[in-house]
């Protein structure tokens, strides 16, 4: 398998975290979308969107981070990422959503690209813009966790589920556009127990070849 994807991406970041989880093997292939790697003819002709990341399996090729990690789940079951009822996985799957559905594409590269550059924001309106949407998810996503009374270390229960391959990325933007994340309690102890499991250690943007 080779996974193509940029150290600093949080899409990328949640697949990692989820295929070493999974314990899936991968070989690594950088994508610089700094210098716009991904909008490169050789990369469209693996991925037309020009997105990362993207999965090389058996000569057939992976995009979108949502159809890779469940493709995980269901070609690897063990351990799972989602849990056993119908109920509690529509949970931890609402949880996922908050992150991949509601804050991360109105942040990612391409929006905050054409934020910059049609709209002539700065660093500081950009780091404004990624405050508002991620608080706005968080605010919900911390709710969430302090009505659910027997919600154990992480997100759901005492072992990473989807909701945790999906929060600890978009913990690592926050940061990165200086969120306080001091009115975040629960998800700060979620992403601190996460950060103890080798799993996520190795999946961290610092911990990347392509890291910079």
Same mark, same amino acid.
């Given at each position: 398998?080779?996974?193509?994807?940029?150290?600093?991406?949080?899409?990328?970041?949640?697949?990692?975290?989820?295929?070493?989880?999974?314990?899936?093997?991968? =070989?690594?292939?950088p994508?610089d979308l700094?210098?716009?790697?991904? $909008?490169?003819p050789? #990369?469209?002709? $693996?991925?037309?969107?020009?997105?990362?990341?993207?999965?090389?399996?058996d &000569?057939?090729?992976?995009?979108?981070?949502?159809?890779?990690?469940?493709?995980?789940?269901?070609t690897?079951?063990?351990?799972?990422?989602?849990?056993?009822?119908?109920?509690?996985?529509?949970?931890?799957?609402? $949880?996922?959503?908050?992150?991949?559905?509601?804050?991360?594409?109105v942040?990612?590269?391409?929006? $905050?690209?054409?934020?910059r550059? =049609?709209?002539?924001?700065?660093?500081?309106?950009?780091?404004r813009?990624?405050?508002?949407?991620?608080?706005? &998810? #968080?605010?919900?996503?911390?709710?969430?966790?302090?009505?659910?009374?027997?919600?154990?270390?992480?997100?759901?229960?005492?072992?990473?589920?989807?909701a =945790?391959?999906?929060?600890?990325?978009q913990?690592?933007s926050?940061?990165?556009?200086k969120?306080d994340?001091?009115?975040?309690?629960?998800?700060?102890?979620? =992403?601190?127990?996460?950060?103890?499991?080798?799993? #996520?250690?190795?999946?961290?943007?610092?911990?990347?070849p392509?890291?910079?």
């Open positions: 398998m080779k996974l193509h994807n940029f150290f600093r991406s949080g899409t990328s970041h949640r697949l990692r975290i989820a295929l070493n989880l999974k314990g899936v093997a991968v =070989d690594y292939v994508v700094r210098s716009e790697q991904h $909008l490169s050789a #990369f469209k002709a $693996l991925n037309p969107q020009g997105l990362v990341p993207a999965l090389e399996v &000569g057939r090729v992976m995009i979108q981070s949502p159809a890779i990690i469940e493709w995980l789940e269901e690897h079951p063990t351990p799972p990422l989602l849990p056993a009822g119908a109920a509690d996985r529509a949970r931890v799957r609402a $949880l996922a959503a908050i992150v991949g559905c509601d804050i991360h594409p942040n990612n590269r391409r929006i $905050l690209e054409a934020l550059h =049609d709209f002539s924001a700065d660093a500081a309106a950009i780091d813009w990624c405050q508002r949407w991620i608080a706005a &998810g #968080f605010d919900a996503y911390e709710a969430l966790l302090a009505a659910d009374a027997g919600r154990g270390r992480f997100s759901f229960g005492d072992t990473p589920t989807l =945790d391959v999906y929060l600890v990325p913990v690592e926050a940061r990165r556009f969120l994340l001091a009115p975040y309690p629960l998800i700060r102890a979620v =992403d601190d127990a996460c950060a103890r499991i080798e799993a #996520f250690q190795r999946a961290a943007p610092a911990a990347q392509d890291a910079a």
